[in-house]
């Protein structure tokens, strides 16, 4: 049967198949047709307005289906809030559906080939050593952050060199038609200083990528990439206090001076005469939010600079990922998901610009590294890195437990076009032992060439097939 238009989305419920007819920015689904799978699906598809609504019932739930699932989800799953979001509002919501409905998972992977699998297996560990020289790459340049802060702290005008130097190699990085983002795990986080360079060059890294999305000549993106570098480079005039954690002792800025940081930073680089007023207005206003309700000032809309607005929604997307406290972070999908919710369910008064969030979507997709996903063929893994140029096809991680601890899986989507991701897993909906094995505690996405990294699996070897593999 073909689709029906809703008249009353009231008749709506859990397990309805909709379609929505509406531009891609008018709903926060990453597509058109689903299957109605939460509460938070309905609250959404109710506040939808400029849409038609339409369903299916060949392929919806009956309400007896429907209300298991329901029952079964609310007894599985809390949601954490965000602090700066309406108490209305929930965490997931770039939900991906199959078509036909699912079926019960027997543990199996269909038509699984031995030759394939040896292909993921060689293109893992193609990509390890590839990711060991751009860890080391990435460390090197984190170090440079951190020595770019300290001269900058001591009045040397030597640290804008570094940084531009610092920005120039982001934007070159980026731009090249070859470039991948790809997870890193910065576990090792020592306090405010490394803290401060890891933050800085992740939303430095995403400002100028969303920077791209609007087409920002090359002069206007490296002020960007200076004030998403600096922005939170006042926490440097902060009183510093000591903490005992169970790794040993860690410095961290004042919390109760942390207010304070947009000022101190904006003052202390209007002491350097090379410094332009895009960059001092970043650093001052990267807290103000759109609806008013930011710090220090409470400016709102159009008395905020548009690299202002992409800088306040990269520097809110890692903070979301990289929480102090690990056990709040949210991976990125989540992040993602929830800023865009905030955006569109707070269409008349949003918190953040909502183009300067589309762009973030479009930069690094509905699933950036670090996000957890079910593939079509029944594999479970992580995003590890995407192709920038097509941020839809990125390279997954699979969960191989039965390998052992120095082997694995990698997959490439845009070397296997069968292949597409069926949809996000929360963490709560996967076995602690995955988490373990895939998930890092805390990410950076650190933008690199992909040139040398995992060779095409065409070229490989023929091998013989193997009907299925067991999880």
Same mark, same amino acid.
């Given at each position: 049967?073909?689709?029906?238009?809703?008249?009353?989305?009231?008749?709506?419920?859990?397990?309805?198949?909709?379609?929505?007819?509406?531009?891609?920015?008018?709903?926060?689904?990453?597509?058109?047709?689903?299957?109605?799978?939460?509460?938070?699906?309905?609250?959404?598809?109710?506040?939808?307005?400029?849409?038609?609504?339409?369903?299916?019932?060949?392929?919806?739930?009956?309400?007896?289906?429907?209300?298991?699932?329901?029952?079964?989800? +609310? *007894?599985?799953? =809390?949601?954490?809030? !965000?602090?700066?979001?309406? &108490?209305? $509002? #929930? +965490? *997931?919501?770039? =939900?991906?559906?199959? !078509?036909?409905?699912?079926? &019960?998972? $027997? #543990?199996?992977?269909?038509?699984?080939?031995?030759?394939?699998?040896?292909?993921?297996?060689? $293109?893992?560990?193609?990509?390890?050593?590839?990711?060991?020289?751009?860890?080391?790459?990435?460390?090197?340049?984190?170090?440079?952050?951190?020595?770019?802060?300290?001269?900058?702290?001591?009045?040397?005008?030597?640290?804008?060199?570094?940084?531009?130097?610092?920005?120039?190699?982001?934007?070159?990085?980026?731009?090249?038609?070859?470039?991948?983002?790809?997870?890193?795990?910065?576990?090792?986080?020592?306090?405010?200083?490394?803290?401060?360079?890891?933050?800085?060059?992740?939303?430095?890294?995403?400002?100028?990528?969303?920077?791209?999305?609007?087409?920002?000549?090359?002069?206007?993106?490296?002020?960007?990439?200076?004030?998403?570098?600096?922005?939170?480079?006042?926490?440097?005039?902060?009183?510093?206090?000591?903490?005992?954690?169970?790794?040993?002792?860690?410095?961290?800025?004042?919390?109760?001076?942390?207010?304070?940081?947009?000022?101190?930073?904006?003052?202390?680089?209007?002491?350097?005469?090379?410094?332009?007023?895009?960059?001092?207005?970043?650093?001052?206003?990267?807290?103000?939010?759109?609806?008013?309700?930011?710090?220090?000032?409470?400016?709102?809309?159009?008395?905020?600079?548009?690299?202002?607005?992409?800088?306040?929604?990269?520097?809110?997307?890692?903070?979301?990922?990289?929480?102090?406290?690990?056990?709040?972070?949210?991976?990125?999908?989540?992040?993602?998901?929830?800023?865009?919710?905030?955006?569109?369910?707070?269409?008349?008064?949003?918190?953040?610009?909502?183009?300067?969030?589309?762009?973030?979507?479009?930069?690094?997709?509905?699933?950036?590294?670090?996000?957890?996903?079910?593939?079509?063929?029944?594999?479970?893994?992580?995003?590890?890195?995407?192709?920038?140029?097509?941020?839809?096809?990125?390279?997954?991680?699979?969960?191989?437990?039965?390998?052992?601890?120095?082997?694995?899986?990698?997959?490439?989507?845009?070397?296997?076009?069968?292949?597409?991701?069926?949809?996000?897993?929360?963490?709560?909906?996967?076995?602690?032992?995955?988490?373990?094995?895939?998930?890092?505690?805390?990410?950076?996405?650190?933008?690199?060439?992909?040139?040398?990294?995992?060779?095409?699996?065409?070229?490989?070897?023929?091998?013989?097939?193997?009907?299925?593999?067991?999880?």
């Amino acid at each position: 049967m073909s689709f029906i238009e809703v008249e009353d989305r009231n008749v709506l419920q859990l397990g309805t198949f909709v379609k929505i007819e509406g531009s891609w920015f008018s709903h926060p689904f990453p597509t058109n047709t689903f299957k109605i799978k939460s509460k938070e699906d309905l609250a959404t598809i109710h506040g939808l307005t400029n849409v038609t609504i339409l369903y299916d019932p060949d392929r919806s739930d009956s309400v007896e289906e429907e209300n298991a699932e329901s029952a079964i989800q +609310e *007894e599985s799953s =809390t949601l954490e809030m !965000d602090p700066e979001l309406d &108490p209305t $509002d #929930g +965490e *997931e919501d770039f =939900t991906v559906s199959d !078509d036909a409905g699912t079926k &019960p998972n $027997d #543990g199996l992977i269909p038509e699984s080939s031995l030759s394939e699998l040896l292909d993921r297996r060689e $293109d893992y560990h193609e990509f390890q050593n590839h990711l060991r020289k751009v860890e080391g790459a990435y460390q090197k340049i984190l170090g440079q952050g951190n020595e770019v802060f300290k001269q900058l702290s001591g009045r040397r005008s030597s640290g804008l060199k570094s940084a531009d130097l610092m920005v120039s190699s982001i934007l070159q990085a980026i731009q090249h038609p070859k470039t991948a983002m790809s997870m890193i795990d910065i576990v090792g986080s020592n306090g405010v200083a490394w803290g401060l360079s890891e933050h800085a060059l992740n939303v430095c890294t995403l400002s100028l990528l969303i920077g791209r999305q609007f087409e920002l000549d090359h002069d206007a993106l490296m002020e960007l990439g200076r004030g998403a570098l600096f922005h939170d480079v006042g926490y440097r005039a902060l009183p510093m206090k000591v903490k005992f954690v169970t790794a040993g002792i860690k410095v961290q800025a004042d919390p109760e001076l942390g207010n304070l940081h947009p000022e101190l930073g904006r003052q202390l680089m209007a002491c350097y005469q090379e410094t332009g007023q895009t960059v001092l207005d970043i650093i001052a206003q990267h807290h103000e939010r759109c609806d008013g309700s930011g710090f220090p000032k409470g400016l709102s809309g159009e008395q905020l600079s548009l690299c202002t607005r992409i800088v306040m929604a990269a520097d809110r997307f890692d903070e979301l990922c990289n929480a102090p406290n690990p056990e709040t972070s949210l991976n990125p999908h989540e992040a993602l998901s929830r800023l865009y919710r905030h955006v569109v369910v707070n269409s008349e008064s949003p918190k953040y610009c909502p183009h300067a969030i589309q762009g973030l979507v479009q930069a690094i997709g509905v699933f950036p590294p670090g996000t957890l996903v079910e593939l079509s063929d029944g594999f479970m893994g992580i995003v590890s890195s995407l192709n920038i140029e097509n941020p839809a096809r990125p390279v997954v991680l699979l969960y191989a437990p039965w390998l052992c601890r120095n082997d694995g899986l990698l997959v490439n989507l845009s070397r296997e076009p069968h292949l597409e991701i069926k949809k996000a897993l929360h963490p709560k909906q996967v076995p602690t032992q995955m988490l373990a094995y895939l998930s890092p505690r805390r990410m950076a996405m650190f933008a690199h060439a992909t040139e040398g990294a995992t060779a095409a699996a065409n070229s490989r070897r023929s091998r013989f097939l193997k009907p299925a593999l067991r999880h």
